[in-house]
Nanobody, 118 residues
């Protein structure tokens, strides 16, 4: 069983920055071969994927966050990060970490709240 623990959320003014972290329990090998992703869910909206990073370190972003969000991973620490710059009120959401190993079901964290004030 894998546990994902997110941190780094909070209340920030528009234009500010945050760095979210997600630490995965379990083996370093499983983490290294997993696709990691960040999703978000705003009140009354569906959960959307905002950034993905493959085991080979190829990041991919939703159009709405390109140029402002940066996903990265540290395989030695079983950690994935999401750097969020130029925050907008519409970025307000609960941000979730997701881990998808190649031959296992996906795992979810409990989420971390990001609130952007205008």
């Amino acid at each position: 069983q894998v546990q994902l623990v997110e941190s780094g959320g909070g209340l920030v003014q528009a234009g500010g920055s945050l760095r979210l972290s997600c630490v995965a329990s379990g083996s370093i090998f499983r983490f290294r071969i997993s696709t990691m992703a960040w999703y978000r869910q705003a009140p009354g909206k569906q959960r959307e994927r905002v950034a993905t990073i493959l085991s080979g370190d190829n990041p991919n972003y939703a159009d709405s966050v390109k140029g402002r969000f940066t996903i990265s991973r540290d395989n030695a620490k079983n950690t994935v990060y999401l750097q969020i710059n130029s925050l907008k009120p519409e970025d307000t959401a609960v941000y979730y970490c997701n881990q998808k190993p190649p031959t296992e079901p996906e795992y979810w964290g409990q989420g971390t709240q990001v609130t952007v004030s205008s």
